[in-house]
């Protein structure tokens, strides 16, 4: 009844890829890196990447007033600070105009000041100092008598009802208060009427957000369930927006993928555009589910909203409330098996933020008591918490630069542990500048902390940093086993629904964990068997839809990067091209880095 024309299965497995792959790789001699050098970034060539872009564009006036409504007691959003939003560039668009400016002159930072990097050692040799093993020792949990940290990001289509689920969640934990919610009532103006409800502007803070409808940036909050302390980020729907989606799912350990239930709600966001080519006009819950796989997120819980307005107003009854969620879910079960989530993987569920229902209590709605599953806070506590690789030195991209503030200082920088740990009074490495800082002080959701392990998400206050010298996108790392800064590389991707093949010469913006830079494709060392990994044809003239290649780019400024084998998180690339997703992928060889 519900049934797609245009389903498209496809669609590689990139759970097989991923896990299941290790065929030999092509020949081709990797160039000698310029290891170890202790030369300090010059101007040209360790200037501002993407996420460093722009300074005096029109989203950096935007940047600030969102920090200042953001200071007003709400949670801090990773990318707030980007500000761009419908009318200032999207990341993808400053990464390109920093091409155009790459031969203008890079952040003061970046060749002023910059510590002599030590020799590069293997990763193998770092031991946890004795400081730290007696910090984490000391404290066992998250922090005394606390839950385990998990990192969830929301995704899915537009309008799909993400803002609205979470905010409600919020409530419903006690982690915002009901004066809260009934200022938010009251600054919405209206008659009240069921169509206006307050929780989507507990995440959406902006007044473009609110005045629109529509998330833009990743908005972060935190509640705690029975068993774990959660840290939401809920990802913007909007296809203009997708990079934030990536940054915000680049720090997550798991997902929840809210799909509108409503008659061709569904059907919008799973569309595949004609021609099947991704994002002109097709549905941001299929590119969303494989960025999310493909950025290393393996557990998903898929929660079916809006299924109160199948009968106009109000359920429709049971049966057919039951009957769109069965439907809703064979349809999109293949298509998430297909991009790497195991059908016994994935949590189901009703759920809605508008009505309440299936959130922390069982559905108070009679037309969904044939729902016996998880409520969205059980499927929560299902999720296994944040990986703490806590034995590897210390890597935190700076998801955000925050205001100066009196406890934390002059650029204090919020973001998520990759690997490693700190304590403050330490020193880190900055990079790409290289500078070498104190950790002044370091807080969580504005509560001091002694320490920070791999996995969580703090606020840490760094000690002779000028405003200007951090910029979203570095990576704080351990002085003696900085990040490699990384100029060629060599990448396994796996191509979306492209309808222009990738050639020798096209031109990409790269994300990497928060950060982003235009790049190019400079060599295409192999085609490979997307199953199994082995090599189908050497150097082919080019790649298109749905096929893996081994891939050399070159990019337009360094980025930190990390193979893939060494550091998940700081191994992983999304290309795009156009404001498309083109290709997904993971580092396999740094080529040129510093
Ligand atoms: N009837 C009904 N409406 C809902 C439900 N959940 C959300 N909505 C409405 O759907 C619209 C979009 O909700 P949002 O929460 O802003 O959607 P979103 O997924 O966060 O949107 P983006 O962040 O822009 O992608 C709002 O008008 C909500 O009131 C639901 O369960 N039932
Ligand atoms: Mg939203």
Known sequence: MYDLDDFDDGYYDEEEYYEDYGPPKPKAPPQKPKAGGAKAPGPSSMGKGVCQAAPKSAGGARGRAVKA????????????????GFTSPSPDEEALSARKDS?????????????????????????????????????????????PALSLVVLGHVDAGKSTLMGRLLSETGAVGKERIHRLQRDMGGDGGAEETPWAWVLDERTEERSRGVTVDVASARFSTSRRSVRVLDAPGHRDFVPNAIAGASQADAALLVVDGAIGGFEKGFSAAPGGSLGRGGGQTREHVQLARCLGISQLAVCVTKLDTLGGAGYPGAEAAQERFEAVRQQLEPFLSKAGFRPGTVQWLPASGRTGDNLVCRPAAPELAWFQGPTVADAVDAFKASDRRVEMPFRMPVAEVLPKSRDLGATPAAGRLEAGAVVAGTEVRVAPSGRVVKVKKLQSQGDPRELARAGDAVEIGLLGLEEGELRQGDVLCHPSFPVPVVQRLEARVVTLDIMVPLLRGSEVVVHAHVAAVAGQVTEIRARLDPKTGAVQKERPRCVTRHQAALLVLELERPLCLEKYSDYKGLGRVTLRDGGH???????TELLEYE
């Open 69 to 84: 409504e953001k200071a007003r007691g709400f949670p801090a959003a990773p990318g707030a600070g980007r500000g761009f």
């Open 103 to 147: 031969a203008g002159a890079g952040p003061a930072s970046a060749s002023a000041a910059a510590s002599a990097a030590p020799a590069r050692r293997p990763l193998s040799e770092y031991d946890l100092e004795a400081e730290l093993v007696e910090a984490c020792f000391r404290e066992p949990g998250e922090a005394p008598g606390s839950l």
């Open 581 to 587: 997703t083109v290709a997904v992928g993971t580092v």
